[in-house]
């Protein structure tokens, strides 16, 4: 999820639009919620069908999409109705929280606690995301150079390049390190903004070549499991929350709209556009490559030149992205430290502070190498705060004492409960299969070296 509303030079409140047609806002719009929904979280969609089944994975991809919709337009009701109440233009997802939670008297006292929660959420969530941008890299980067000797130029053979064993893709992860620091110095990033471009067209691209080569080699006849073992549907559930996980952006994108009356119609022309893309490359993608599905559908992509140019270009995407995603964190912790110290400590003290979290992130990345339970753990843990848990409850704070029915309580009951659920199977889940795949590992080693 890409958090450019957080951005200064874009924030909403900062913006007057004048005589910009509806239109083109309507499609900026439009545009900016697609990128805030696709991410590397859609890249692992197939592998999460695979652990659902080819029958209950799609639809379960289809509630948990109309589910994330209904939240979504959940948030932005609750955000108006408060704004309205306290005359206010605009409100942060903490601030609609904080505010909704002053509407319980039980509540009151610790309503600043909401703001604080959703905030640590979103720093959980975008420091997640850095840690998956870490070992996808290291993972699609150790694959290119370990099948270069053996990559052609015929993309139509079944023949596998043979593998160069080289370092362990933990080692790659050091590598790209320096790199990913000297990005995130770049503290503004409008300086980003031509690469961000160039990044979101490589990406798109990728996925263009990605849904041509699943879609010209689905093999038949389709002998796969219609229904996954249950035990392996929380690590679905993280997965599948991680890549829906784009609440964030709503708030934003209604505030900046023109005629903010008409962003229920962008909500759902562009999350239904993310649900479709997200059901048909999830199950074309698992349809094609079977039981053998990796972590991110790149690492399945054959060792020709053009599809090997394809985890570099989006490997590259990524790399960009991580800025932005590690923006939000950025903004929400430097200031506080910065405005401690002197003038003269204010920048070494804010290069500090990105330098740490980086190497935060990288250290998590080196102790979790598995890109699907990385993926898996992150949704578990904060995406089904933000977009399950948390908008269900805001709506019954909000409204409470306003004729709210007892059908919508208890709707957003089982809502918030399906989240909580969710949180805690996927969170238990993951963790167990992070400690099962780690002591494996251990163990082939020891028997090697033996």
């Given at each position: ?26 499609f ?28 209950i ?18 948030l932005?009701?609750c ?15 903490g ?11 039980c ?19 975008q ?35 043979e ?25 503004s ?81 562009g ?36 599809y ?63 890109l ?19 908008p ?46 780690s ?12």
């Open positions: 999820m890409d958090h450019f509303y957080l951005f200064p030079e874009q924030d909403p409140r900062k913006h007057s639009y004048g005589a910009d047609s509806c239109l083109y806002r309507f900026q719009t439009l545009i900016h919620l697609l990128k805030g929904n696709i991410g590397t979280g859609l890249l692992g969609l197939p592998l999460a069908v695979k652990n659902a089944g080819l029958l994975g799609p639809l379960s991809l289809l509630v948990m999409g109309i589910v994330a919709i209904h939240c979504m337009n959940i932005v009701k955000s108006h109705h408060l704004s309205t109440k306290l005359g206010k233009p605009y409100l942060t997802y601030e609609a929280v904080e505010y909704g939670m002053e509407n319980v008297p509540l009151q006292r610790h309503s600043v606690w909401g703001r604080h929660v959703v905030n640590l959420f979103l720093i959980i969530t420091l997640g995301f850095c840690c998956v941008y870490f070992v996808f890299l290291s993972e699609n980067i150790k694959q290119v150079i370990e099948a270069a000797n053996g990559t052609t130029l015929n993309c139509n053979t079944n023949e596998t390049a593998m160069v064993p080289s370092y362990d893709s933990r080692l790659y992860m050091l590598f790209i390190l320096p790199f990913i620091i000297a990005l995130v110095f770049t503290r990033l409008k300086w980003l903004t031509p690469f961000s471009l160039f990044a979101n067209l490589v990406m798109c691209a990728s996925l263009v070549l990605i849904y041509y080569y699943c879609l010209t080699h689905i093999p038949f006849p389709i002998d796969l499991p219609k229904v996954g073992r249950a035990v392996d549907y929380p690590l679905f559930f993280g997965t599948a929350i991680f890549a829906f996980e784009g609440i964030g952006v709503v708030l934003p994108l209604e505030n900046k709209m023109q005629k903010p009356q008409n962003f229920p119609m962008v909500l759902y022309l999350m239904g556009i993310v649900t479709l893309l997200y059901i048909s490359l999830g199950t074309i993608g698992y349809i094609c490559f079977g039981m053998h599905i990796g972590g991110s559908i790149t690492l399945n992509l054959p060792d020709c030149w053009m090997q140019s394809v985890k570099l270009l989006y490997s590259f995407g990524i790399y960009i992205t991580y800025a932005l995603q590690f923006y939000v964190p950025a903004e929400i912790l430097i200031p506080p430290a910065v405005s401690r110290v002197g003038a003269r400590w204010e920048l070494p003290v804010d290069l500090s502070i990105r330098t740490g979290l980086v190497l935060f992130t990288c250290v998590l990345a080196i102790l979790i190498p598995e699907d339970l990385v993926i898996s753990l992150v949704g578990s843990i904060s995406s089904s705060a933000l977009a399950l848990i948390i269900p409850l805001l709506q019954i704070f909000t409204f409470h004492t306003e004729g709210l029915s007892g059908w919508v309580v208890l709707k957003n009951l089982v809502i918030s409960v399906f989240g909580l659920v969710g949180f805690v199977a996927g969170t238990y889940i993951s963790i167990v299969e992070i400690i099962s795949r002591h494996s590992k251990h163990v082939d080693s020891y028997l090697q070296f033996m």
